[in-house]
């Protein structure tokens, strides 16, 4: 499927459902059920979260995914055209489209059960080339990979194939990322790394990604093995960002209730695009991207916080005051 309306930024990865229930704790194994004060579905995955928080700020998404022909599709198809969101969708009639069950605990963080045989980890490398064919790639001035390694399929090989293929057409190259799955190290990543302008891991992955154990060292091993720029999310405490000759700590937005995680990554990274695309400067991109994440934190779901672009740049002003 193909959608080809203007585009200034192509989010390449997962479109699925979240199935999000609050509070949940592991009591519930003991006990057999729990009563739960909310049980609702929304849209999720890392690019699907991305290129709806870019429409919602004012932008012109692509979003390239992988899709079942089935009624889960259809409700993220439906979703996306109320957003604004352009679709380069490779369907596949044989493969359920993801579903994640993410059970958020009092505090607000959250854990996933996901379906192994389902969208979420099935994109390609020929998938995530063919969204480089349209003419919305051609018009874009950003692609982002929403997360590495996600997909077994899009292993470190493919993605630095696939990166070297964006860059070749001059596009501005972000990535996000989740946590390794098979032990790969900054070495074993770096002819990926290589490609990246800016590249937004936590902390948690970072650390299993170089082995290090401070945030600065986390950074110094990314920055050697050749990524530009450096956007470390350190949760509560903001983020670090590092470039060759810039270190910054911006911090978070202050006033923030946390009522569940989910998204919130994916809000930073989406409005630190956003705010590349607006011509910020490295640290205002943080700061953007922090104000935005705390708005994301306040409502349960990855893209159930609207985002209002007066309310980010309100939280934005704040942050870069505090800097």
Not at 261 to 286: K, P, V
Not at 296 to 307: D, P, W
């Amino acid at each position: 499927m193909k959608d080809e309306r203007r585009c200034d930024a192509v989010i390449i990865g997962a479109a699925i459902a979240d199935i999000l229930l609050r509070p949940v704790d592991e009591t519930v194994f003991s006990t057999g059920s729990c009563a739960v004060d909310s049980i609702r579905m929304s849209v999720g995955g890392d690019a699907l979260n991305e290129a709806t928080v870019l429409a919602r700020l004012g932008h012109a998404p692509m979003l390239a995914t992988k899709l079942g022909c089935d009624g889960v599709a259809d409700f993220i198809l439906a979703h996306c055209a109320r957003e604004g969101v352009a679709v380069h969708a490779v369907r596949d009639g044989a493969m359920d489209t993801g579903i994640n069950a993410v059970l958020v605990r009092p505090d607000g963080e959250r854990s996933f059960v996901t379906n192994r045989n389902g969208s979420l980890r099935r994109l390609s490398l020929e998938d995530a080339l063919s969204a480089l064919e349209t003419p919305a790639f051609v018009q874009a001035r950003a692609v982002c990979l929403a997360s590495m390694f996600v997909s077994p399929q899009l292993g470190l090989t493919e993605m630095e194939a696939l990166f070297a293929r964006v860059k070749s057409a001059g596009k501005l190259l972000c990535a996000d990322s989740t946590k390794r799955k098979h032990g790969e190290t900054v070495a074993d990543a770096a002819g990926a790394l290589g490609y990246l302008d800016y590249f937004l891991p936590n902390l948690d992955e970072a650390q299993l990604l170089t082995g290090c154990d401070e945030p600065d060292a986390m950074a110094d091993a990314l920055l050697d093995a050749g990524v530009k720029h450096v956007a470390l999310k350190l949760g509560g405490r903001g983020c670090l960002l590092k470039s060759g000759g810039e270190r910054t700590i911006v911090p978070a937005y202050p006033d923030a209730v946390c009522v569940d995680t989910t998204g919130a990554g994916d809000t930073f990274a989406a409005a630190f695009i956003a705010a590349l695309l607006e011509g910020r400067s490295f640290a205002e991109c943080g700061a953007y991207a922090n104000a935005a994440a705390s708005v994301c934190i306040e409502r349960l779901g990855a893209t159930s916080a609207k985002l209002a672009p007066a309310e980010v740049c309100r939280r934005y002003e704040r942050i870069l005051l505090r800097m």
